[in-house]
Protein backbone atom coordinates (compact mmCIF):
# COMPACT_ATOMS: atom_id res chain seq x y z
CA UNK A 1 0.00 0.00 0.00
CA UNK A 2 1.40 3.29 -1.07
CA UNK A 3 0.15 6.56 0.74
CA UNK A 4 0.10 10.19 -1.00
CA UNK A 5 -0.37 13.23 1.34
CA UNK A 6 -0.25 17.17 0.23
CA UNK A 7 0.31 20.38 1.63
CA UNK A 8 0.98 23.76 1.24
CA UNK A 9 -2.36 24.55 0.39
CA UNK A 10 -3.84 27.56 1.35
CA UNK A 11 -5.62 31.35 0.57
CA UNK A 12 -3.40 34.04 -1.12
CA UNK A 13 -3.94 36.83 -3.15
CA UNK A 14 -3.24 37.00 -6.52
CA UNK A 15 0.50 37.43 -7.80
CA UNK A 16 1.53 35.47 -5.04
CA UNK A 17 3.06 32.36 -4.95
CA UNK A 18 2.68 28.86 -3.26
CA UNK A 19 4.84 25.60 -2.92
CA UNK A 20 2.82 22.62 -2.44
CA UNK A 21 3.95 18.98 -1.11
CA UNK A 22 3.70 15.46 -1.89
CA UNK A 23 5.00 12.98 0.15
CA UNK A 24 4.95 9.28 -0.11
CA UNK A 25 4.92 6.56 1.96
CA UNK A 26 4.33 2.62 2.02
CA UNK A 27 5.71 0.25 -0.18
CA UNK A 28 7.55 1.86 -2.68
CA UNK A 29 11.29 0.46 -3.65
CA UNK A 30 12.53 2.50 -6.33
CA UNK A 31 11.80 6.22 -7.59
CA UNK A 32 8.50 6.32 -9.27
CA UNK A 33 6.67 9.03 -11.82
CA UNK A 34 4.54 11.33 -10.12
CA UNK A 35 2.07 13.80 -11.59
CA UNK A 36 0.14 17.06 -10.28
CA UNK A 37 -3.01 17.52 -11.23
CA UNK A 38 -5.92 19.90 -10.27
CA UNK A 39 -9.79 20.43 -9.95
CA UNK A 40 -11.78 23.45 -10.03
CA UNK A 41 -15.67 23.70 -8.86
CA UNK A 42 -17.71 21.97 -11.62
CA UNK A 43 -14.27 21.14 -13.96
CA UNK A 44 -12.84 17.84 -15.46
CA UNK A 45 -9.32 16.90 -13.24
CA UNK A 46 -6.62 18.47 -15.28
CA UNK A 47 -2.84 17.63 -15.62
CA UNK A 48 -0.55 20.72 -14.04
CA UNK A 49 3.27 18.62 -14.43
CA UNK A 50 4.99 15.90 -14.02
CA UNK A 51 8.12 14.45 -13.04
CA UNK A 52 9.43 10.88 -14.12
CA UNK A 53 11.29 8.43 -12.33
CA UNK A 54 14.43 9.72 -14.18
CA UNK A 55 13.64 13.69 -13.66
CA UNK A 56 12.46 14.66 -16.64
CA UNK A 57 9.76 17.38 -16.36
CA UNK A 58 7.17 18.84 -17.48
CA UNK A 59 4.97 21.88 -16.93
CA UNK A 60 1.23 22.39 -19.14
CA UNK A 61 2.11 24.64 -21.81
CA UNK A 62 -0.79 27.61 -20.38
CA UNK A 63 1.12 27.30 -17.11
CA UNK A 64 4.75 27.03 -17.74
CA UNK A 65 6.95 29.86 -16.77
CA UNK A 66 4.70 30.30 -13.36
CA UNK A 67 4.50 26.50 -12.74
CA UNK A 68 7.59 24.43 -11.55
CA UNK A 69 8.16 20.70 -10.30
CA UNK A 70 10.95 18.95 -8.65
CA UNK A 71 11.73 16.13 -6.17
CA UNK A 72 13.86 15.53 -3.36
CA UNK A 73 14.20 11.73 -3.41
CA UNK A 74 15.14 11.65 0.14
CA UNK A 75 12.40 12.78 1.59
CA UNK A 76 10.24 11.01 -0.63
CA UNK A 77 8.65 14.51 -1.72
CA UNK A 78 7.78 16.31 -4.83
CA UNK A 79 6.84 19.47 -4.86
CA UNK A 80 5.07 22.12 -6.87
CA UNK A 81 6.23 25.75 -6.84
CA UNK A 82 3.51 28.10 -7.87
CA UNK A 83 4.24 31.89 -8.60
CA UNK A 84 1.86 35.14 -9.93
CA UNK A 85 -0.95 32.95 -8.95
CA UNK A 86 -3.65 33.62 -10.67
CA UNK A 87 -7.58 33.62 -9.75
CA UNK A 88 -7.92 31.16 -12.32
CA UNK A 89 -5.64 28.51 -10.31
CA UNK A 90 -8.05 28.23 -7.44
CA UNK A 91 -8.86 24.70 -7.44
CA UNK A 92 -7.65 21.64 -5.21
CA UNK A 93 -4.22 20.00 -6.33
CA UNK A 94 -3.65 15.88 -6.24
CA UNK A 95 -0.73 14.17 -6.39
CA UNK A 96 -0.49 10.94 -8.18
CA UNK A 97 1.47 7.87 -8.64
CA UNK A 98 1.10 4.85 -10.44
CA UNK A 99 3.29 1.96 -8.90
CA UNK A 100 3.48 -1.14 -10.14
CA UNK A 101 0.60 -0.93 -12.32
CA UNK A 102 -1.74 0.76 -9.47
CA UNK A 103 -3.23 4.09 -9.35
CA UNK A 104 -2.65 6.31 -6.29
CA UNK A 105 -4.07 9.33 -5.50
CA UNK A 106 -3.66 11.98 -2.48
CA UNK A 107 -6.30 13.49 -0.79
CA UNK A 108 -5.82 17.09 -2.03
CA UNK A 109 -5.04 20.08 -1.21
CA UNK A 110 -7.22 23.30 -1.74
CA UNK A 111 -5.61 25.88 -3.24
CA UNK A 112 -7.69 29.11 -3.09
CA UNK A 113 -6.22 32.50 -4.85
CA UNK A 114 -8.56 35.65 -4.22
CA UNK A 115 -8.35 39.44 -6.57
Known amino acids: QVQLVESGGGLVQAGESLRLSCTASGRILGIYATDWYRQAPGQRRELVALISNEGYTKVVDSLKGRFAISRNNAKDTVYLQMNSLKTEDTAIYYC?????????WGQGTQVTVSS
Open 96 to 104: YKNVEGIDY
